[in-house]
């Protein structure tokens, strides 16, 4: 069992930058593959990007170059560095937590506004 605790979204102008952090307890962290994932209303939710426990990183077209995802493994933490902000960014992003054995895990999410 794993518990995960996003904190950091809120609002930003376009051009803007924000950091979105993940806590984990409860389970080996180091084992899990993490991720960001975000959601808009209405739609399906989708990968931002992932780091496996070696530190192996993934991103999705929309955000390679602006989003870096890193992990602290002695912490329990990971994080997400957003700059270059835009409108189409705005969305709920939630910390995922996978192994393929054990199952995966959400967070709560946090919002993440981007206007003007």
């Known amino acids: 069992q794993v518990q995960l605790v996003e904190s950091g979204g809120g609002l930003v102008q376009p051009g803007g930058s924000l950091r979105l952090s993940c806590a984990a307890s409860?389970?080996?962290?180091?084992?899990?593959?993490m991720g960001w994932y975000r959601q808009l209303p209405g739609k399906e939710r989708e990968l931002v990007a992932t780091?496996?426990?070696?530190?192996?990183?993934n991103y999705a077209d929309s955000v390679k170059g602006r989003f870096t995802i890193a992990r602290d493994n002695a912490k329990n933490t990971m994080s997400l560095q957003m700059n270059s902000l835009k409108p189409e960014d705005t969305a709920v992003y939630y910390c995922n937590a996978y192994n393929a054995r054990l199952g995966g895990y959400w967070g709560q999410g946090t919002q993440v506004t981007v206007s003007s």
């Open positions: 780091i496996t426990g070696t530190g192996s990183t």
């Open positions: 409860g389970s080996i962290f180091r084992i899990y593959v």
